[in-house]
Each structure stands twice: as C-alpha cells, then as structure tokens.
C-alpha cells in the first residue's frame, strides 16, 4: 500500500520569510500524482499545488513552490514572503489509480 | 451555493444513537467519497462509490455504512455511534476524466462529529 509521511507535525515560520515543508511517500508505481493541499481554519480543503510524477520540472502556483525528488521519493513544498493568510493545516497527498492516499498534517503558524 | 455540500456542519450526538451526514453535489461528478479526519492521522478513505449502484469499502468501513440515493446524493451513517467516531467527516467528489488525468477530488467543507 502507498504511504504518505509528513515529519513535521507543527512549523513555523516569520512573516514574510520562507519554510519549507516536508513530505516522502513510498510506491511501487511509475506513474502518479503529487499534491499539497491546505486547511485553514474553515476546514475547507484547499488545493494548493500538483505534480505530475513524469514531469521533471517542479510546479509553481504564485508563492508556493514544490522540490520533487522522484528517485528519493520526495515532495517538499516551499511557501516564500510567508504571509498570515498561510496558517494553516497542510497535507501531502499521493493519487495512484483511483484513489488518494493523504500524510498526516503539518500544521502551520505564521509570526508577525 | 457550494459545489458540495455536506449537512450537518456541526453534530453532537450521544453513545448508541444512529446519526447519519449527508452530502450532495452539484458538480455533475460520478464518484463520491467519504473520508474521516483524525488529529495525526490524516484523512482516511471510509467509503466509496463510483456510480449509483457502486459501493466500496474503504481502509476504515467498520461501524459506517452508506448510501448512494442518487448520483448527486451519497450518505454516510453511523448505526450506533460511539466515542471513538468522534472526527471530522468529509465528502469528496470526482469523476473518471478527471482521474484518469490525475486531478484531485472536490471537497466538501466537512461535519465536525462529537459522540458524547
């Protein structure tokens, strides 16, 4: 069964400054997909970033950013000019065939 | 109005009460999900159904059960609540394009359960 880990239960991060969330799966497959997805607050599950395994380049949406290792089965997700609106939940997820496989959560808290 | 709605927000319910959360969409999807929230836990597949008459047991089904009244409707029950159900519930929606092209699922904005 895939897995999904996030090491970091809580982060922090300054205002304006950058942090870098962890995350690492375990599969067996060639072909999958990659997300970052953010809880606020509201509860709503927000979709943040996604990654195509068979695409090298790593993905961009505004502030946030992915590194993708696929041979270290890695996929981090680096949220630059930090800003309050960030806090949140953060979750890793993995999409193999038909189904979502999530992490555990890091959650995020932003110091002004 | 919401692309998926889920009813309740809130629910406190006693030990041994039957309670059921009810989600509905209106995104046209085929595939319908339910998915429990734990603290450190993540979110966790309970059911699944991939068209009307498709119903699927997730990683954690036991003490939940399920029905898919109508491709827009999918609900969940608990037959005899008990603490340790206490969570957060979501609903997620999808279809088989959007699958196959690795996109992900649309959420509802979940039902806070406490059994006391």
């Known amino acids: 069964a895939q897995t999904v880990t996030q090491s970091q239960p809580e982060m922090s991060v300054q205002e304006a400054e950058t942090v870098t969330l962890s995350c690492t799966y375990d599969?067996?497959?060639?072909?999958?997909?990659l997300f970052w997805y953010k809880q606020p607050p509201s509860r709503q599950m927000i979709l943040v970033i996604r990654?195509?395994?068979?695409?090298?380049q790593n993905a961009t949406e505004n502030r946030f950013s992915v590194n993708f290792q696929k041979a270290a089965k890695s996929f981090s997700l680096k949220i630059s000019d930090s800003q309050l609106g960030d806090a949140a939940m953060y979750f890793c997820?993995?999409?193999?065939?038909?189904?979502?496989?999530f992490g555990t959560g890091t959650s995020l808290t932003v110091i002004p | 109005d919401a692309d998926v709605t889920q009813t309740p927000r809130n629910r406190i319910t006693k030990t041994g009460k039957r309670i059921m959360l009810e989600c509905s969409q209106t995104?046209?999807?085929?595939?319908m999900y339910w998915y429990r929230q734990d603290p450190g836990l993540g979110l966790r597949l309970i059911y699944y159904?991939?068209?009307?008459?498709?119903?699927n047991k997730g990683e954690i089904s036991d003490g939940y059960s399920v029905s898919r009244q109508a491709q827009a409707k999918f609900s969940l029950s608990l037959e005899s609540a008990i603490p340790n159900q206490t969570a957060l519930y979501f609903c997620?929606?999808?279809?088989?394009?959007?699958?196959?092209?690795?996109?992900?699922?649309?959420f509802g904005s979940g039902t806070r359960l406490t059994v006391v």
């Open positions: 997620a929606t999808s279809d088989f394009n959007r699958d196959r092209a690795g996109y992900g699922y649309t």
């Open positions: 599969t067996s497959e060639s072909d999958y997909y």
């Open positions: 990654q195509e395994a068979y695409k090298q």
């Open positions: 997820a993995y999409k193999g065939g038909n189904q979502f496989y």
């Open positions: 995104k046209g999807h085929d595939r």
């Open positions: 159904s991939f068209d009307v008459k498709d119903i």
